[in-house]
T-cell receptor, first 115, second 109 residues
Framework: DTGVSQDPRHKITKRGQNVTFRCDPISEHNRLYWYRQTLGQGPEFLTYFQNEAQLEKSRLLSDRFSAERPKGSFSTLEIQRTEQGDSAMYLC?????????????FGQGTRLTVV | DAKTTQPTSMDCAEGRAANLPCNHS???????VYWYRQIHSQGPQYIIH???NNETNEMASLIITEDRKSSTLILPHATLRDTAVYYC??????????FGKGTKLSVIP
């Protein structure tokens, strides 16, 4: 068990560019979550997958945000046409519904800076 | 999910017990109380959760009042590595965690 891995750890991009972040969950976990955290605030839920199905996406911040988990393993979060307000930490978490372990384990996050 | 109230910040001397309170007076009968912490520049870390009985694990103890309107997370022997923001989160098995602003615990040497 190597934990939840996120890549990259830091990303600086110019306003208007597209960015994509990757999350590799704990291998036996079938649930995957994305959160966003701005300075001084707690993490804010964005979206949730069970296996490859995206079961909740209404909390994605705008239609510029999208997420995929094509084979039920790793996931990507894409932000199109980035804005300065998108600057934040993007966190991924995973958990298992199969073993009854419902606690979510978080990665270290990707810090996005839009300049 | 129930609303929570936590102190904005607390200090604790190294080696002493840290007692972090949380008020969740609107908690419903099927909501567990989860505690997470977030060390600076890291993702949140699960600590413990409980429904109505007190719980203990290798990290902490959780005391839930009989009426379930409040709880206390206890770190029995705080170390400098316990300096973090601690979040109390009622959750009824839903897929999302609703984080508030938490309590910033500073462990003082």
């Amino acid at each position: 068990d190597t934990g939840v891995s996120q890549d990259p750890r830091h990303k600086i991009t110019k306003r208007g560019q597209n960015v994509t972040f990757r999350c590799d969950p704990i291998s036996e976990h079938n649930r995957l979550y994305w959160y966003r955290q701005t300075l001084g605030q707690g993490p804010e839920f964005l979206t949730y997958f069970q296996n490859e199905a995206q079961l909740e996406k209404s909390r994605l911040l705008s239609d510029r945000f999208s997420a995929e988990r094509p084979k039920g393993s790793f996931s990507t979060l894409e932000i199109q046409r980035t804005e300065q307000g998108d600057s934040a930490m993007y966190l991924c978490a995973s958990s298992s519904s199969l073993t009854g372990l419902t606690e979510a384990f978080f990665g270290q996050g990707t810090r996005l800076t839009v300049v | 999910d129930a609303k929570t109230t936590q102190p904005t910040s607390m200090d604790c001397a190294e080696g002493r017990a840290a007692n972090l309170p949380c008020n969740h007076s609107t908690i419903s009968g099927n909501e567990y109380v989860y505690w997470y912490r977030q060390i600076h520049s890291q993702g949140p870390q699960y600590i413990i959760h409980g429904l109505k009985n007190n719980e203990t694990n290798e990290m902490a103890s959780l005391i839930i009042t009989e009426d379930r309107k409040s709880s206390t997370l206890i770190l029995p022997h705080a170390t400098l590595r316990d300096t973090a923001v601690y979040y109390c989160i009622p959750r009824a098995g839903s897929y999302q965690l609703t984080f508030g602003k938490g309590t910033k615990l500073s462990v003082i040497p």
